[in-house]
């Protein structure tokens, strides 16, 4: 059964530090994974998404890359800003029949 | 041009009453999924279907009902609501079973 943790479960840097968030999952047999952030309150907004034949994907500040066979996932943010304060959560995809999220790293970014 | 919509936002009952929880995706999506949010933030799929048709079912008590009319409503129906029912659910939508997923604002399900 797969299983998704993230490390560190918190985290807060000063404003303009760039960071790496990390996931890591139990069963190398993946379809992709996808990074979303979670304000409170709220839903989840999708950063990005890498299949599983992909080594990284980027999407401005944010760069994502993909080691299946360590079963490992880091999430890079550039120059944090204030605006970046969230949960962000993995969730690995087995083979299109379900997803595992991650319990989340909680990110504050200090201005 | 919300994408993915759910009503209620809030839902406050008692226990022992039945509740339903509606989603409406406007992307065109095929498929569509609903995930329990527990205190601890965990979140866990619960249902997921593919034109209409279930494809997945969690060890989810069988209290919990999807109902998928057509492809972009998915609604949960709750009977029997227990306190340990109490949490936010969201539902989601991709364009096919395994893609990128978009998520709703979430129902936050208070049992008392």
Not at chain 2, 5 to 18: A, E, F, H, I, R
Not at chain 2, 67 to 87: F, M, R, T, V, Y
């Amino acid at each position: 059964k797969q299983e998704v943790t993230q490390i560190p479960a918190a985290l807060s840097v000063p404003e303009g530090e760039n960071l790496v968030l990390n996931c890591s999952f139990t069963d190398s047999a993946i379809y992709n994974l996808q990074w979303f952030r979670q304000d409170p309150g709220k839903g989840l907004t999708s950063l990005l998404l890498i299949q599983s034949s992909q080594r990284e994907q980027t999407s401005g500040r944010l760069n994502a890359s993909l080691d299946k066979s360590s079963g490992r996932s880091t999430l890079y943010i550039a120059a944090s800003q204030p605006g970046d304060s969230a949960t962000y959560l993995c969730a690995v995809n087995d083979y299109g029949q379900n997803f595992v999220f991650g319990p989340g790293t909680r990110l504050s970014v200090l201005p | 041009d919300t994408a993915v919509s759910q009503t209620p936002k809030y839902l406050v009952t008692q226990m022992g009453n039945d509740k339903s929880i509606k989603c409406e995706q406007n992307l065109g999506h095929d498929t569509m999924y609903w995930y329990k949010q527990d205190s601890k933030k965990f979140l866990k799929i619960m249902f997921s279907y593919n034109n209409k048709e279930l494809i997945i079912n969690e060890t989810v008590p069988n209290r919990f009902s999807p109902k998928s009319p057509d492809k972009a409503h998915l609604n949960l129906h709750i009977n029997s609501l227990e306190l340990g029912d109490s949490a936010v659910y969201f539902c989601a939508s991709s364009p096919r079973i395994g893609s990128e997923q978009y998520f709703g604002p979430g129902t936050r399900l208070t049992v008392t």
